[in-house]
């Protein structure tokens, strides 16, 4: 038995010492933004000495190292992890990867790392295609590359039409290329193909991935090509445009796509499929959302050549349109040969036809042209009739020409009949009596109300309830309702206390050009738009509208169900104006796509405009100025909080002479905030305040603000915010003018690049004040910053709190303080200077020049490394230094790491 006993512990012995080995035959390589090391040998650890400076030093350093390769003379897995930052350059694109094991990475899901292909002449982020030099492929290469937790952004192909490129290429004609991606992000990026472009049978898995704002001639975010197969889990397609076919996805030659927990939104194609187009393809798709897709030819997904769909619980939200029809469009618009579709969705239509074949005209068709002919000779006697009324009234309701389906509305009508509204002649005096009219349809063929020139008043305009009904409201841009004395709600899009709801249930309300004046909901806590219900298919769409002279509440859309976000809140072209809600937001919702565009802010007090939490928001495209809150309580023009699996997106924006106790934009624990291309200008008022959130600003001016205590981009701790290609011009605070965190207890990640900070003022950190944060400065100018006060400190940056920044390549310039005119550095802070870090023309109170830091001992002191003079902060010739307290510190680190030898031996013990 013994002998039985010892073979079994000698197989498991063999076993643990083949799985460690197997284990310890692979490499990692780090690589950090602060680094500068591209030598061969980079990469042994993380910090900015040892670890790569960018991902083909990485790869050089694999493929140098004498442990890169096997026995067998086969490469061993090779995994890269890169530390936060935005990483910029040829050396972080065009990687080829072939019959290799590769995995690029990030070191904490919490960690944001960028890869930001602008002006590198890239080709690609990754191919996995066969280098010629290589020879021919062997049906035993095998290539695997999974990617986790990147955010690759700004590709760009000159010729979008002709040059054969996407982010990331897998086409080969190996046995086996499988590519993986788990919590990538790709935006603003622009190829022929989509940003991974597969082909010869490769195998590609994606999960929580997100495609936004992408552009290529066909497929934005996948073109898959000869057999390959795709396994989608949690994956968002958002805002991506095609300018042929397949605005998120373009399929071909007998690919195989299994998609599920995925949404299509906002995407469009100049052709065919504005989310999915394919060509002899099979498709299952379970748990898809559709929302808001436009081509010319199917809005949502174009099939061809003997496809195949298979659908489980597939839901349509929004207008999926053909624009071609200008019409909702159908799930499925068959082309060309024949498509098998089969499977559940919340709509029917799936590629429609006509029942009859064969050559020559059907009896259907030859009946229905017959009666055609004589419906047509009685229409165009009706048409001829009717005209002269028609034009009579053109005025009065706006020159719209409306077809069947409508009901009238005119203040200055005299009928009071149940069945008003059927005509312009015999139009109802108000809403109350049109909704009667409109809910009475059984058949719910009526939906939509036209309302005539005028002033509509009383509570017979007001208080209208309903539900499970998609209603359109036409006014002609004089059109207004004076809504004093209405109280709680204009509309109240909540089912009654007696109404059955279902899962199903699909209530819309849009209105088109209508003023609305001197509401007050404020005593009754209400809202001019408003719902709070389980049914998660609730939609407000208001175009070119007026708000004037509200008191409380505009829109209140509450999902209360709190699962999914199917709804939606959409202004677009209106006009917000004295609006005070200083207790409760303007415009609140929780858990629904909001979407504000082309709308105009001004002359309004309150704590939040426009507050979004747990759904998703755009904010695109609008003008900001002249608000003045007086709520003294922390608030802002735009805020999100808890966004964590929807985009939080603020774009190209104007924000202009605001006074505000807070913020233009307020990111609370929310991830994918993308402020881009905005203008913050003229105010007293921070411009982003950062909490437990991602951010990254890009090519956004802050110029002539004053900042409440801290400076334009704040963060309060547990923020990881990148600034790219942004410009902090003349403004002014008490701390850091442009950039500033604060010693809460968490930690902040900053990244800025491409950036530049000219005349800024504040009493400590004149532009930059940052307490225990972590921070990377790459190609920055700072210059003419001024610390001003009695005591002030830091001209340029003030640094303190356990603080870790990293300066490559960065000028500092004619910055002036009373001590430390470029940086003050404290508080057991460390200092990294890759190349390129100078400065001149830094002055303190007398006059004179100062070193590039000054460091205090005050507080613990500053250590400083890397490419600066000797001397400043006590720095030795090839050395680092602390200014302060060094001796004991070094004794107190040895006695530590002698304490735990002792302990691990005593254990072993």
């Given at each position: 038995m013994k002998s039985y006993i010892s073979l079994f512990i000698l197989f498991i012995s063999t076993l643990i010492i083949v799985a460690v080995s197997q284990q310890s035959q692979s490499q990692t390589i780090y690589v950090n933004i602060a680094s500068t090391n591209t030598s061969q040998t980079c990469g042994s650890d993380n910090t900015p000495i040892n670890a790569c400076a960018d991902l083909t030093s990485a790869f050089a350093a694999f493929v140098g190292s004498n442990t890169s390769v096997d026995s067998n003379g086969t490469y061993v897995p090779l995994t890269i992890i890169m530390s936060p930052g935005t990483y910029t350059g040829d050396r972080n694109a065009n990687l080829t990867i072939y019959n290799q094991t590769v995995t690029i990475t990030t070191a904490s899901t919490t960690d944001n790392v960028t890869i930001d292909l602008t002006n590198n002449n890239a080709l690609y982020f990754i191919s996995t295609d066969l280098p010629e030099s290589l020879g021919n492929v062997s049906l035993t290469d095998k290539t695997v590359v999974t990617l986790k937790g990147l955010n690759v952004v700004n590709f760009f192909t000159p010729n979008v039409q002709t040059t054969d490129t996407g982010v990331i290429i897998s086409a080969n004609s190996s046995a086996s290329t499988v590519l993986t991606l788990e919590s990538y992000i790709t935006l603003n990026t622009v190829s022929k193909y989509g940003q991974i472009y597969a082909t010869d049978a490769s195998i590609v898995y994606l999960s929580n991935t997100t495609f936004v704002s992408n552009i290529a001639a066909n497929g934005t975010s996948i073109s898959s090509l000869s057999g390959s197969t795709f396994y989608i889990a949690d994956v968002m397609f958002w805002s991506n445009i095609a300018r042929d076919s397949g605005g998120a996805i373009y399929a071909t030659d007998q690919s195989v796509f299994h998609i599920n927990n995925t949404d299509f939104e906002y995407n469009k194609a100049a052709n065919n499929g504005g989310a999915i187009f394919m060509s002899a393809c099979a498709f299952t798709m379970s748990n898809v959302t559709f929302n808001t897709n436009t081509a010319n030819n199917g809005g949502m997904v174009s099939c061809t050549n003997a496809s195949t769909i298979l659908f489980d619980k597939v839901i349509t939200n929004g207008l999926n349109n053909d624009t071609s029809t200008n019409k909702t469009s159908h799930i499925v618009v068959c082309g060309l040969g024949e498509c098998t579709v089969d499977g559940t969705s919340n709509t029917g239509g799936t590629c429609p036809s006509d029942d009859d074949s064969g050559n020559g005209l059907s009896n259907k068709v030859i009946a229905a042209i017959t009666v055609g002919v004589v419906a047509g000779v009685a229409v165009l006697g009706c048409v001829i009739f009717v005209f002269y009324k028609r034009r009579k009234n053109q005025l009065k309701y706006g020159g719209v020409c409306l077809a069947g389906g409508t009901v009238y509305v005119d203040q200055s009508s005299t009928n009071t009949d149940a069945t008003c509204g059927s005509s312009e002649e015999d139009a109802c005096q108000d809403l109350e009596s049109a909704f009667a009219v409109l809910m009475a349809d059984a058949d719910t063929s009526l939906t939509s109300i036209f309302v005539a020139s005028g002033t509509y008043t009383g509570v017979a305009n007001g208080n209208i309830q309903f539900y499970n009904r998609s209603v359109t409201i036409y006014g002609n841009g004089e059109t207004v309702f004076d809504m004093t004395g209405v109280t709680p709600y204009f509309f109240n899009l909540a089912p009654s206390s007696d109404s059955m709801i279902t899962e199903n249930d699909n209530t819309e309300l849009t209105i088109n050009?209508?003023?609305?004046?001197?509401?007050?909901?404020s005593l009754t806590n209400g809202s001019l738009f408003y719902s709070y219900s389980e049914s998660v298919y609730v939609t407000i769409n208001i175009h070119n509208s007026n708000f004037t002279n509200i008191t409380g509440s505009i829109a209140y859309i509450n999902n209360v169900e709190g699962f999914t976000m199917l709804g939606s809140v959409n202004f677009d072209g209106c006009i917000f104006t004295n609006v005070t809600s200083t207790t409760q937001p303007a415009i609140q919702t929780f858990l629904v796509q909001t979407t504000i565009i082309y709308c105009t802010f001004t002359q309004n007090d309150a704590r939040y405009l426009i507050y979004v939490s747990f759904g998703?928001?755009?904010?695109t495209k609008n003008v900001f100025t002249n608000n003045n809150f007086t709520n003294l309580s922390v608030g802002a023009?735009?805020?999100?909080?808890?966004?964590?699996?929807?985009?939080?997106?603020?774009?190209?924006?104007?924000f202009d002479n605001n006074q505000l106790y807070g913020s233009a934009i307020l990111s609370y624990t929310s991830l994918m905030v993308s402020i881009k291309n905005n203008v913050f200008s003229n105010s007293q008022s921070n411009a982003v305040i950062c909490g437990s959130s991602d951010i990254t600003i890009n090519n956004c001016t802050f110029t002539n603000n004053t900042g409440n205590t801290y400076g334009q981009v704040h963060s309060t701790g547990y923020c990881n915010v990148d600034v790219l290609s942004s410009n902090f011009t003349s403004n002014s605070a008490q701390n850091g003018a442009a950039i500033s965190s604060l010693p809460t207890g968490a930690s902040t990640t900053i990244s800025a690049?491409?950036?530049?900070?000219?005349?800024?003022?504040?009493?400590?950190?004149?532009?930059i004040y940052m307490g225990q944060t972590v921070a990377t400065l790459l190609n920055v100018?700072?210059?003419q910053n001024?610390?001003?006060?009695?005591?002030?400190?830091g001209g340029a940056i003030y640094i303190y709190q356990k603080s870790d920044i990293s300066f490559i390549n960065v000028t500092l310039n004619n910055n002036v303080a009373i001590s430390a005119p470029s940086i003050y550095c404290d508080g057991n802070s460390r200092l990294f200077f890759g190349e390129n870090v100078n400065g001149t023309g830094n002055v303190d109170h007398n006059n004179q020049q100062s070193p590039l830091v000054v460091c205090d001992g005050v507080d613990g002191g500053c250590s400083v490394s890397g490419d600066i003079e000797d001397g400043v902060c006590g720095k030795e010739s090839g050395s680092s230094a602390h200014n302060s307290n060094s001796g004991t510190n070094t004794i107190a680190s040895m006695m530590g790491t002698l304490i735990s030898v002792i302990t691990i031996v005593a254990r072993l013990a």
């Open positions: 050009e209508i003023t609305i004046i001197n509401f007050d909901g998703a928001l755009t904010v023009l735009i805020c999100g909080t808890y966004i964590r699996s929807y985009p939080f997106v603020v774009t190209s924006n104007i690049s491409s950036s530049n900070f000219i005349n800024n003022t504040a009493v400590n950190g004149g532009a100018v700072l210059n001024k610390a001003s006060g009695g005591a002030s400190t």
